[in-house]
């Protein structure tokens, strides 16, 4: 059984798909999406406030670190404080997918905020993804996890966990492509991966309006940690072996996610 939120979600995109995305249909949908945030907002001031202390406090810690050059966030603060401020904008847009799979609402709890805290790192390691970084980026992807276990996953933090993790794989693919850091077959398996997350979740959610299949989701994870681990390696100089991890996680990835459809 859908919750109201869920409904109304998929009778927007229904309304978009219906009007061939046509800029009159945009338009609708993004006027429509800006009224429900301004509605769940003053519905819930305390999730609203937490929205903003979090805003705050990531744009402050960026400043402070570009303050103390401390790189790459010196080199890249406008960067850094634009990325912020987009991630912001999407979790207020999204405030109202703070609610439990049977529609209790929530506020933003520890697992947003180990999630959120990947997202801030993205442009970072989109310019220099060091070993710390990364593994700080990938640890919070466990955690995250964890944390949405142990107090009741929300459909916010379901749906924006994907989005990050492909934001943040990408950056760091793109950090360590720009420094030299893996050859063009690692490259050229993890984009493939990634292109082939992203048609998957155009394709369910502007094309049919519905929500992923997640047995699908899962089968895309399950070697992360064999990905994570050569994007981590990458930045220590170790290139082949990073190579290996990257081509091979990246590889297994994408075959799992095809034995997850045709066994659908």
Known sequence: ?????????????????????????????????????????????DAARREAAWAATGGAAWLVLACARVEPFRRRLRAGIGGWTVTILMLDW??????????????????????????WLVPAVADQPMPALCAAGFATDVLDGSLARATQPTRLGRHLEGLVDAAFSAAALRGAWRNGWLGRPAIAAEALRLGIGL????????????????????AGRATAPVRAAGLVVAGTGRRRLADQLVVAGSSASVLAVAAAFRSR
């Open 94 to 119: 999204h405030l109202g997918m703070l609610e439990t799979e049977d529609g209790v609402e929530r506020n933003l709890g520890p697992a947003d905020a180990a999630t959120l805290l990947r997202a």
């Open 199 to 218: 048609a998957y979740a155009v394709d369910v959610y502007f094309g049919r309006a519905e929500a992923p299949d997640y047995s699908v989701l899962r």
């Open 1 to 45: 059984m859908l919750t109201e939120g869920e409904t109304w979600t998929r009778g927007q995109l229904e309304d978009l798909l219906n009007a061939r995305f046509s800029l009159a249909g945009v338009g609708r949908f993004l006027v429509a999406s800006q009224r429900r945030a301004n509605e769940v907002r003053r519905r819930r001031p």
